[in-house]
């Protein structure tokens, strides 16, 4: 059981000054810009900036989050003993995250609320080269499995798939959260209308889920040259008012527009037609190129 659960940590939140919680906020957002900036930087080398060494490389006395990366002679079993203790799933999830976005911005991190089962908490795919990792928490994963042989505490799971072939199985691991997961998460539980995670440098489709920002999505995208690698499909349709036509010139001009700025033609013929000529409806969905959701079956 999460051992802050039964704490008032909403009334903790609260008992912070506006001003302590911006300062604080803006620290965090300093420093994960240099920590990403190291990522960045080591990724580019082949480093890892965590530990250090080369991505490819791998030495079962050094455990570290890049052996999530297939390295040259790792095996399942070197796993079992690294993956016993917490290792931090937010900081595990943003690694896999700042990798996917480093490939294929957005596209790569299906992180969809909507297509996450009803009996889990969490549910995350993620794909970088030919690698794809998926989060699975289910609700009982959050309390622990009191009467089970493994996993008594609060804890999560991983698959990882390498060239198309299951390499780490759900239920390989039952990797216990640390006790910083555990504050968070009944933290989001408790104050959800308060706080966010926005995934610096790590967001995903799911964004689109984000009321707040589906203009923003909207207005700012421009068309794919591959339409197989685009985050997004975005579909418009343009109805003419009753009594009024929309001419062949205008959507000539939007096609011809789209081709030279790649703003998408919706977006264009939503400039050069009046409200009172036609409705314009636009839909964003999912690009072809999002991994589906990865699906944990038989949770134990």
């Given at each position: 059981m999460n051992p802050y659960k039964n704490k008032d940590l909403r009334n903790y939140l609260e008992s912070f000054p506006q001003d302590e919680i911006d300062r604080k906020t803006q620290i965090q957002e300093e420093e994960t810009k240099r920590i990403y900036k190291e990522f960045t930087k080591g990724l580019k080398s082949g480093k890892c900036f965590i530990c250090g060494q080369k991505m490819n490389s791998f030495d079962k006395t050094k455990p570290c989050f890049h052996w999530f990366t297939y390295p040259n002679g790792i095996k399942k079993k070197y796993f079992e003993k690294y993956l016993e203790k917490p290792i931090g799933f937010f900081q595990l999830d943003s690694y896999f995250r700042w990798l996917a976005n480093s490939e294929n911005p957005i596209t790569n991190i299906n992180d969809l609320k909507d297509e996450t089962s009803k009996t889990s908490y969490l549910e995350t795919t993620i794909r970088y080269k030919n690698i794809e990792w998926s989060f699975s928490v289910g609700y009982t994963d959050m309390e622990g499995h009191k009467d089970g042989k493994v996993g008594a505490t609060p804890h999560f799971h991983i698959q990882m798939v390498v060239n198309n072939n299951i390499f780490l199985k759900f239920n390989d691991f039952h990797i216990p959260f640390s006790d910083s997961d555990l504050f968070n998460i009944e933290l989001l539980n408790q104050a959800s209308d308060q706080i966010k995670i926005e995934h610096s440098y790590g967001q995903g489709v799911g964004i689109l889920e984000d009321e707040n920002?589906?203009?923003?999505?909207?207005?700012?995208?421009?068309?794919?040259?591959?339409?197989?690698?685009?985050p997004f499909n975005r579909q418009t349709f343009v109805h003419a008012k009753e009594g009024k036509t929309i001419s062949v010139e205008i959507i000539q001009q939007a096609i011809d527009e789209s081709n030279k700025t790649k703003q998408p033609i919706g977006q264009i013929l939503q400039r050069l037609l009046a409200e009172s000529e036609a409705s314009i409806l636009t839909i964003i969905t999912p690009g072809d190129g999002v991994p589906k959701m990865t699906k944990r079956s038989g949770k134990k």
């Open positions: 920002k589906l203009k923003l999505i909207a207005d700012t995208m421009v068309v794919a040259d591959n339409p197989e690698t685009a």
